[in-house]
């Protein structure tokens, strides 16, 4: 008896429901099938017919019984639960009497002309109180969830919104919270089944709380009980999610804390809270902040070593940007007194690919040698002022089409070379302090070059 008591016998079956409903709506169908099919072959197959309600109607009786057993647990949407009980219930009634009449169809009289209706009511009642059912299982946005923005829309639901992964721009509730408590929580804490009378499906219910009263203290995870709930030990009866369900990963605990922490906002981007390289390393493991610079989607073999003292050798500094990254910067000093030749670029050349960051500010370059830096195709900085660079210069560094950072200032350059700049189409920021750009070219660059941020200052 105590086992009984302890185990929850109740819940025990009920959850069988779920399971045994397939039985009457399969029998039901089959019903329907065959009489169809009797009518158009003029065959006989009432006697299966008739079974086929009988057994319809036996099952749904003992997914009533079942179904009764699991409502008992509570947290079900009230109105959904009642439209399910009651077509159920009606439903399998009227199989009955499907099965009674099949049977004495020659005797009955009056259930001649009732069956074909009858069958109509049992069909609808099978989709109303299936798809109830479904909504009390998976929430009621289950059927539409994943159809189209236009249907959405026309059946009133939220449009669905892209999630934003780029770390600049996503919201911290709608493109990280959010998602983690309705692929872990919402089966069980939306409007349909709201366990421990808990919706965490959006911001007011969220606050709101459940049959317990509040469940975040904004400012302090620790003292919340949903962050309680998902830190306990996976065994305590409390540990939320429960019955088995995938629990929160570590990473998305720790964003969960790190939100509460953060006063639990609901309309602020991730970049308006405070993010250490922690959290930002778990938002990456949740997606968020996956949009590669240029730089991180390069993947270049290593420059040879002989090739790295050559270039050296001829007097430029070169070494990778970061640890034993493959990409590579390179500066030629303005103290060194031997200028730079076209032999001395071409040796540069040899490790062309890898060279991301260059800085030949304050040398004098030969006019003649600019386009031959042209061809260094992964170039994301490019420092190259006070070096008596020309708009005919600027000209051959348009193809550097990765180039993000410019930084040509002091040098005698014009209006003329707007038209050059414009076509760096990845460029962020450019330098153009004390040249002979006009603030009409200034602003005609802004326009041609959305993003741009132009210093004309220091
Ligand atoms: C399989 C169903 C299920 C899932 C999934 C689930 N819960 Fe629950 N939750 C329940 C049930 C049942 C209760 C009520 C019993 C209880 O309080 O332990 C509850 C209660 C709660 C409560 C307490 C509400 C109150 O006021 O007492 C919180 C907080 C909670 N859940 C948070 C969560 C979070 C966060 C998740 C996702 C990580 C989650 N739950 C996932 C079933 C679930």
Request: one cysteine or more.
């Amino acid at each position: 008896m105590t086992f009984f008591l302890e185990s929850n016998i109740y819940q025990f079956f009920g959850r069988f429901h779920a399971m045994l409903v397939h039985l009457p709506i399969g029998f039901i169908i089959l019903a329907v099938v065959f009489e169809l099919l009797a009518l158009k072959k003029k065959i006989d197959l009432n006697r299966a017919i008739s079974y086929a309600f009988l057994a319809g109607a036996l099952s749904g009786f003992i997914s009533i019984i079942l179904g009764l057993m699991l409502a008992s647990d509570g947290g079900y949407n009230e109105a959904t639960l009642n439209t399910h009980k009651w077509t159920g219930i009606t439903m399998t009634l009227t199989a009955f009497l499907l099965f009674f009449i099949k049977r004495k169809q020659n005797t009955i009289l009056w259930a001649k002309k009732s069956y074909p209706l009858l069958m109509v009511l049992v069909v609808t009642l099978l989709f109303v109180a299936g798809h109830n059912g479904g909504n009390l299982t998976h929430g009621s946005d289950y059927l539409l969830e994943h159809a189209p923005n236009p249907i959405r829309t026309l059946v009133g639901m939220k449009p669905i919104r892209d999630r934003v992964t780029d770390l600049d721009e996503a919201l911290v509730y709608e493109d990280v919270i959010h998602p983690i408590f309705e692929a872990k929580c919402n089966v069980c804490h939306n409007s349909d089944k709201a366990k421990g009378d808990l919706l965490l499906t959006d911001p007011e219910s969220i606050m709101k709380g459940g049959e317990n009263g509040e469940v975040i203290a904004t400012g302090n995870a620790k003292e919340s009980e949903l962050y309680r709930r998902v830190t306990l030990s996976p065994t305590h009866k409390e540990f939320m999610p429960t019955e088995g369900r995938t629990p929160l990963t570590k990473e998305e605990t720790m964003l969960i804390q790190w939100w509460i922490d953060e006063g639990a906002p609901f309309d602020k981007k991730v970049v308006a809270l405070n993010l250490t390289d922690r959290t930002k390393a778990h938002l990456r493991d949740v997606g968020i902040g996956l949009k590669q610079t240029f730089i991180e989607s390069l993947d270049l073999e290593v420059v040879d070593d002989n090739i790295i003292e050559a270039i050296e050798a001829e007097g430029f500094k070169i070494k990778p940007i970061t640890g034993n990254s493959t990409l590579l910067e390179v500066a030629y000093s303005p103290y060194n007194k031997s200028p730079i030749t076209a032999e001395k670029l071409e040796v540069l050349l040899k490790a062309k690919t890898n060279i991301v960051w260059l800085n030949f500010s304050d040398i004098r370059l030969q006019e003649a040698l600019i386009p031959k830096l042209g061809q260094l195709e992964n170039l994301v900085e490019l420092r190259i002022n006070n070096t008596n660079l020309t708009d005919e210069g600027v000209k051959a560094l348009a193809s550097l089409k990765h180039l993000e950072y410019l930084n040509v200032y002091g040098n005698p350059i014009t209006d003329a070379s707007v038209e050059s700049f414009q076509k760096l189409t990845s460029l962020q920021k450019i330098y153009l302090w004390k040249t002979g750009v006009s603030e009409t070219g200034v602003q005609e660059l802004k326009n041609a070059l959305n993003h741009v941020n132009v210093v004309l200052g220091l």
